[in-house]
């Protein structure tokens, strides 16, 4: 079970981090608990994902891909399966900032190496800046974020 507090540790980290970034998508969101922590801290957030039954926040219940139309200034994911690589491709090719937080890998690689291996994409895809943090929390903890410059 994730720990429940991700969603609010998370947005507290992303307005910290990416102060300028005031549109946000969330990429596979969920349920929308990411959208309403970071709607409450003042950002316009757009939740991709699949799920039926979701928040009233504002929600895309679509597959989130490359050939989606950029308005946002950051994009993020929570434990996004196999969306986490798109979030960092789809940041490259729009030049805005990312962070995720990775749970699973999508090629069976273990974790501190699909870890490793995200930040290299980031930094061949042209990211100056590839950062981790850590959330205070059990489980998937790890955050990587990229700033565009
Ligand atoms: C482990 S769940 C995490 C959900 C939520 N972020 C959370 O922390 O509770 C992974 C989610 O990724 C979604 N997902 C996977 N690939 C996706 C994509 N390309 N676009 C949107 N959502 C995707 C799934 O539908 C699922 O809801």
Redesign the pocket.
């Known amino acids: 079970m ?1 720990d429940k507090r ?1 969603f609010d540790l998370f947005a507290d980290l992303l307005v910290t981090r990416f102060p300028q970034a005031l549109r946000v998508y969330d ?5 929308g ?2 959208n309403e922590s970071l709607t409450q801290r003042g950002r316009t957030v757009t939740t ?4 039926h039954k979701h928040l009233p926040v504002k929600y895309a219940q679509r ?3 490359l050939e989606e139309p950029c308005e946002a200034e950051l994009v993020v ?7 986490t690589r ?1 979030i960092i491709e789809y940041a490259a090719r729009h030049g805005l900032g990312f962070a995720v937080v990775p ?1 699973c890998s999508d090629n069976g690689m273990p974790y501190k190496p699909w870890m490793r291996h995200l930040a290299d994409v980031a930094r061949d895809a042209g990211f100056t800046t590839v950062e981790e943090a850590a959330l205070p929390m059990d489980g998937r903890a790890r955050v990587l974020l990229g700033v565009w410059r």
């Open positions: 994730a991700r990429i596979a969101g969920g349920m608990k990411l991709f994902d699949l799920r597959l989130f891909t994911g929570m434990h996004p399966d196999g969306a798109i749970c």
